[in-house]
Antibody, heavy 122, light 111 residues
């Protein structure tokens, strides 16, 4: 079955870069029928979709307007994983970060990672 | 303030039926984008419960059902069980934001 394994630091200092990785097993980051997403959850902002990467003969990315100037999501085909980088973080970026898959068949986030609690604090 | 509006809480006794509403607008649910529902147990990631308005992934009991009409959608749970106590979220796509959006969540309490 498809699984997503997240990794990355749980504490990031203000103004620095938040970096997380999501390793895929049971599917391919290069799948022509899936997209690979980052979603975060905090008490103040609820569930918030941040962005996605997907392959349809070439690579595409899409980002939420709220973080568009600070976010990068990259696929790594050699390791079958994808990553999140969020620059210039502030305490408002403190949240549980999830990676998640959506597939054309369901158009929904059908597989989720377990989540990484990231705290932005000095 | 979430783009999709859900009641903060609902409750029901074991065996009863409850519904959770999800109200959107003409740029998301009303624009015919599908609605999906997730169940989140404490300390865990959301789990897909209903996709494309009415469909259940394999393994989800048929006590859970979804519907959609106009700019709103609903999740119904029949035969309430203690294990159904969780947070429930609706989700859709919003064309004015060009983003996938979620409701604020509804906490279901089984009395």
């Amino acid at each position: 079955q498809v699984q997503l394994q997240q990794s990355g630091p749980g504490l990031v200092k203000p103004s620095q870069t938040l970096s997380l990785t999501c390793v895929i097993s049971g599917d391919s980051v290069s799948s022509n029928s899936a997209a690979w997403n980052w979603i975060r959850q905090s008490p103040s902002r609820g569930l918030e979709w941040l962005g996605r990467t997907y392959y349809r003969s070439k690579w595409y990315n899409g980002y939420a307007v709220s973080v568009q100037s600070r976010i990068t999501i990259n696929p790594d085909t050699s390791k079958n994983q994808f990553s999140l980088q969020l620059n210039s973080v502030t305490p408002e970026d403190t949240a549980v970060y999830y990676c998640a898959r959506d597939v054309d068949r369901t158009d929904a986030f059908d597989i989720w990672g377990r989540g990484t609690m990231v705290t932005v604090s000095s | 303030q979430s783009v999709l509006t859900q009641p903060p809480s609902v409750s029901g006794a074991p065996g009863q039926r409850v519904t959770i509403s999800c109200t959107g607008s003409s740029s998301n649910i009303g624009a015919r984008y599908d609605v999906h529902w997730y169940q989140q147990l404490p300390g865990t990631a959301p789990k897909l419960l209903i996709y494309r308005n009415t469909n259940r992934p394999s393994g989800v009991p048929d006590r859970f059902s979804g519907s959609k009409s106009g700019t709103s959608a609903s999740l119904a749970i029949t035969g309430l069980q203690a294990e159904d106590e969780a947070d429930y979220y609706c989700q859709s796509y919003d064309s004015s934001l060009s983003a996938w959006v979620f409701g604020g969540g509804t906490k279901l309490t089984v009395l």
